[in-house]
């Protein structure tokens, strides 16, 4: 049995650090593990220029523990009011490396997100001109759909659409939750997706069976065991198409243990734990690596990282919460212990 594990130091392609006051949170749980990390846009003043994903930029590295070498890879929130002149802007400068598209009223912060997809057209253009991978919150917010039939349709109705149009232009398919988003992405040339702790260690019935669980809840939610058993497959394959995007989405716990909570899992405190768990779940901890620190990278055509990091097989339990905002985070699957840790370097 592997008891210990070294690979290359992990990359996090999909990660909400918030703002403010939360950075002094949220920043340094990252950067103990991983190198860079693709950073979500959608703040409650989203980032809709390359001057705003600058301005984040410094917020964030100011608050980066000292001595760390933590890269935030800034986005772009596309917006109706998105320019193919804000997406050339954005191309031109080293630090952004993506935008994203999130439907409007999809999500957390996402009410100045994209209403008619169908009018974005000079903007994906000039999105594949100037090679900006586009990255997708995949799901349609149409209330006559229902919630775990989401993704399915925004595949069926716009993203094959898209993939059509701009065959060029690099696709990231965000946490995806279904087969037919893994079968989408294996069908398709320039198009990956991101795979989050949460969806490959849990199903709906982890949401809801015994009373409902507000840490477990996260958008696209949860879905069945068949679907977890896609992703799983997915993500151990060895498919250089799927690759590691935590989708930590750190909410205070007021707003999750509320009549309405807030849709977001904060993996943070333990992400490669949480995944190397996953692998070896499957008997496939040699496949780790190269979902977790080479895939994501190969894909966005960044060199792969060059230092290591080593996790030792070891019980441990997460702290019932860390301190957010003057208020407390809860960190998720608080309650079970975690099987792998990160090997402090000295
Ligand atoms: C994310 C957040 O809280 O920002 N929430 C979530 O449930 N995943 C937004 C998102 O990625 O959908
Ligand atoms: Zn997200």
Request: one cysteine or more; proline letters at 5%.
């Amino acid at each position: 049995m592997t008891t210990k594990l070294t690979i290359t130091k992990p990359d996090d392609w999909h990660l909400h650090l918030r703002d403010g006051d939360a950075l002094n949170t949220t920043v340094a749980f990252s950067a103990r593990q991983f190198q860079r990390a693709i950073v979500m846009p959608n703040l409650a003043q989203p980032i809709i220029n390359t001057e705003l994903a600058l301005a984040y930029r410094q917020r964030i590295l100011h608050a980066s523990p000292s001595g760390s070498s933590f890269q935030p890879l800034m986005t772009l929130y596309l917006t109706d009011n998105t320019s193919a002149n804000d997406i050339q802007q954005a191309s031109l400068c080293e630090h952004i490396y993506a935008a994203k598209l999130y439907p409007a009223g999809a999500t957390t912060n996402s009410s100045n997100g994209v209403t008619d997809i169908n009018k974005l057209t000079d903007v994906l253009h000039a999105m594949q001109k100037h090679r900006l991978p586009l990255l997708v919150h995949a799901e349609v917010t149409d209330s006559d759909i229902d919630i775990f039939d989401r993704e399915q349709v925004f595949i069926d109705r716009h993203l094959s659409f898209i993939r059509r149009q701009f065959p060029e232009l690099r696709i990231v398919l965000e946490h995806a939750t279904t087969q037919q988003a893994i079968a989408f992405v294996n069908a398709h040339d320039n198009t990956a997706a991101t795979l989050t702790p949460q969806h490959l260690l849990l199903n709906r019935n982890d949401l809801l069976a015994g009373g409902i669980r507000p840490h477990n809840y996260c958008l696209p939610i949860l879905k069945r065991e068949s679907h977890r058993q896609a992703l799983l497959q997915a993500a151990t394959s060895g498919n250089p198409k799927f690759f590691l995007g935590t989708d930590s989405a750190p909410h205070t716990m007021q707003a999750k243990e509320t009549a309405c909570g807030c849709a977001g899992c904060f993996t943070a405190h333990a992400a490669i734990e949480l995944y190397a768990e996953v692998f070896e779940s499957e008997n496939a901890l040699d496949k780790l690596e190269a979902f977790s620190s080479f895939y994501g990278a190969d894909f966005y055509q960044l060199p792969r990282n060059k230092e290591k990091i080593t996790l030792v097989k070891t019980l441990w339990q997460a702290p019932a919460s860390f301190p957010m905002n003057d208020q407390a985070l809860i960190p998720f699957r608080q309650d079970i212990a975690l099987q792998w840790a990160v090997q402090a370097s000295d």
